[in-house]
């Protein structure tokens, strides 16, 4: 049984700095490219930041490109996302999802291609 499990989440001021991490398990995981989106409440789920399988590869939301940072460790079988200068528009709750059909060496930015997802990890910002 495939199973996605972020942890980290939390309330930071703004400015400031979280960790998020994102395990999985029952699946191969160094065969799936990752990635991190987040929704906030009546919205749809947007793209955060992606990592290809190897690690080699990775993309950014324009809103979170130079303070955000996606990493993996597939010894651990997770993916991380060290998120800096927080602000308040980054309040949401985020999401780690596993995509096996991207190429090698390849991530994609579309929710609905994604397999596998965890239950989420609130993060707030607060002014």
């Known amino acids: 049984q495939v199973q996605v499990a972020e942890s980290g989440g939390g309330l930071v001021q703004a400015g400031g700095s979280l960790r998020l991490s994102c395990e999985a398990s029952g699946l191969t995981f160094s065969v799936y490219a990752m ?3 987040r929704q906030e409440p009546g919205k749809e789920r947007e793209f955060v930041a992606a990592i290809s399988r190897g690690g080699d ?7 979170v490109k130079g ?9 651990k079988k997770s993916v991380y996302l060290q998120m800096n200068s927080l ?3 980054d309040t949401a709750v ?4 596993a995509d096996f059909f991207a190429r090698n ?3 994609r930015t579309t929710a609905r291609e994604y397999v596998y997802w965890g239950q989420g990890t609130q993060v707030t910002v607060s002014s």
């Open 67 to 75: 303070r955000f940072t996606i990493s993996r460790d597939n010894a």
């Open 94 to 97: 985020y999401y780690c999802a």
């Open 105 to 107: 060496g390849a991530v």
């Open 87 to 89: 602000k308040l528009e």
């Open 57 to 63: 590869t990775t993309d950014y939301a324009d809103s």
């Open 35 to 37: 990635g991190w989106f």
